[in-house]
């Protein structure tokens, strides 16, 4: 059985417990390096204690250096800010190893975009063109050859997902597309913030960055790859919901004239029917959450609004398993010459 060997950078934010989490059971890729500037010298299990007794816990956290991880590892997932990923892929590439990134550092192909929406200026706009977009289902070929790995964020997962085969097929009008998402609060991150404590969120619900959330050019870019209108817009609308885990996302638009909802399921039953974790609910269902919690499935619903002559695609995620580190995981199967589905074939978490 090959094996491969592994580093993570990054373990204390919720996507790297959360690949911790993954990792802990897979059979191929082995951990050799788990890295933090600010828990180094201890041991996994100091700081997760959910990995106590198992091979991982026992493992002792080190500073992240890329001499010792070109030395230790031959692929990377980088689970750090933007802006710090840059500078350590470039490095880890010129060292030869196999690089994924789940910062949005390489998501963006323009770096002008990019430098607009982030604030930070591109430290190896180079490997832009070379970085690939990790989306197995759309883009597997390219990512079994890649170097570079761009793993894409939680909610355009679940809007790309959604709406790529409507887009693809021309059942819908690419303009005034309407993407309403709503989010667990792990999507907010792991660090300290008024926002995000229990008191804030519980029996609460609320909109945040309307018309300015980072992920839009990243939906916009890749969903125009799909379309006849090459610098499609879309309005996108985040919300927090009081849940730690899952994400929502409603999507509206203009059928064009003649197509039926028998047409819009066929079409959708076609784009999925080679991927086992795009899951069609049948005619009159819809997605939750919570048949999705951990897993790396993508459940989509699917409406046709007669009166308005709107399509309405509903998708449901796992923000942290399939949004973010499971998908790494996936796109790291890709590229290691591994079978996709290696380590993360796995049922939802209910109840």
Known sequence: MKRVKVGLVGITGYTGMELLRLLS???????????????????????HPFLLNTPLGDLVISKPDTKDLAGACELVFL??????????????????????????DFRIKDVGVYEQWYGVNHAA???????????????????????LVANPGCYPTSAILGLYPALKNRLI??????????????????????????????????????GKHRHTPEIEQELSNFSSKKELKVSFSPHLLPINRGILSTMYATLRDGISIERVFSVYETA???????????????????NVR??????????????????????????????????????????????????????????
């Open 25 to 47: 059971l897979h059979p191929q890729l082995i951990v050799t390096r788990v890295t933090s500037r600010s828990e180094a010298d201890k041991k996994v299990a100091d700081i």
């Open 79 to 104: 689970a750090v800010p933007h802006g710090t990923a840059m500078v350590m892929a470039a490095e880890l590439i010129a060292a030869g190893l196999k690089v994924v990134d789940l910062s949005a």
């Open 125 to 147: 706009p180079d490997l832009l063109e070379e970085a690939v977009y990790g989306l197995p289902e759309v883009y597997g070929r390219l990512i079994k050859k890649a170097r």
């Open 173 to 210: 009008k690419p303009h005034g597309l309407i993407i309403d998402s709503k989010s667990g609060t792990t999507g907010a991150g792991r660090g300290a913030k008024v926002g995000s404590l229990f008191c804030e969120v519980t029996d609460n619900f609320k909109a945040y960055n309307l």
């Open 272 to 290: 999925y029917e080679r991927f086992p974790w795009l899951r069609l609910m049948p005619k009159g269902e819809l997605p939750d959450v919570r």
């Open 294 to 351: 951990g897993t790396m499935f993508c459940d989509v619903g699917l409406v046709v609004d007669q009166r308005t002559g709107r399509l309405i695609v509903v998708a449901a995620i796992d923000n942290l398993c399939r949004g973010a580190s499971g998908q790494a995981v996936a796109n790291a199967n890709l590229m290691c010459g591994l079978r996709m589905d290696v380590g993360i074939a796995m049922p939802p978490l209910v109840p």
